[in-house]
């Protein structure tokens, strides 16, 4: 069975950071795309970020670019989410899930961790 946890969100002021994480299980991480998508309430998901199996490369939204890094510890199973620089607008519960860009499968994300944004 695959599980995905999500932890790390918190209330945070305009431009700190946090750090989120992912703990994966039941399928063979080291090989697996992963993204990170979030949602807020009354939209849809929306596409974050995205890393390849073995972590050697990496893509972003244009939102986030410059200020929010994906990395994985294939070691851990552990998928990580490094946002620095939040603005308001970051406000969301993020999810971590399985696959790439263009493949990501949002039927299977976990809890979610909620990142709030306000001074």
């Known amino acids: ?39 807020t309430p009354g939209k849809g998901l929306e596409w974050v970020s995205s890393i390849s199996g073995r972590g050697d490369r990496t893509v972003v939204a244009d939102a986030v670019k410059g200020r929010f890094t994906i990395s994985k510890d294939n070691a851990k199973n552990t998928l990580y989410l490094h946002l620095n620089s939040l603005k308001i607008e970051d406000t969301a519960m993020y999810y971590c899930v399985r696959g790439g860009r263009l493949t990501w499968d ?11 944004v306000s001074s």
Request: contains cysteine.
């Open 1 to 39: 069975e695959v599980q995905l946890v999500e932890h790390g969100g918190g209330l945070v002021q305009p431009g700190g950071s946090l750090t989120l994480s992912c703990a994966a299980s039941g399928f063979t991480f080291s090989t697996d795309a992963m993204t990170w998508i979030r949602q």
């Open 106 to 116: 949002g039927g299977q994300r976990g809890q979610g961790t909620q990142v709030t």
